[in-house]
Nanobody
């Protein structure tokens, strides 16, 4: 069973930065794709960013391109989401997700098999 443990959420002012971390269990995640999703009250859980562990290929939602960066640390089995130039509309619960072998799209919720507990990000104006 894959375990995803998130940290780094909190309160930040608009224009500020925050880094989320997702520590994944296992000795290697070389065959995995890791994603970040977010969900604001009343909204669907939406794609934010993803990274293919083996290649480092990254994918971003249009709303966060140029502001957010997803990265990985192979030694720590940890994925990060660096969030810069934060806006109030970024306020949401952020979830880390993982999938090993799959068919489909990294952008879709149902692609992912494992999910973290979520961490609240609140951006004040």
């Amino acid at each position: 069973q894959v375990q995803l443990v998130e940290s780094g959420g909190g309160l930040v002012q608009a224009g500020g930065s925050l880094r989320l971390s997702c520590a994944a269990s296992g000795r290697t995640f070389s065959s995995y794709t890791m994603g970040w999703f977010r969900q604001a009250p009343g909204n669907e859980r939406e794609f934010v960013a993803a990274i293919r562990w083996s290649t480092g290929s990254t994918y971003y939602a249009d709303s966060v391109k140029g502001r957010f960066t997803i990265s990985r640390d192979n030694a720590k089995n940890t994925v990060y989401l660096q969030m810069n130039s934060l806006k109030p509309e970024d306020t949401a619960v952020y979830y880390c997700a993982a999938v090993r072998y799959y068919s489909g799209s990294v952008y879709l919720r149902d692609t992912y098999d494992y999910w973290g507990q979520g961490t609240q990000v609140t951006v004040s104006s």
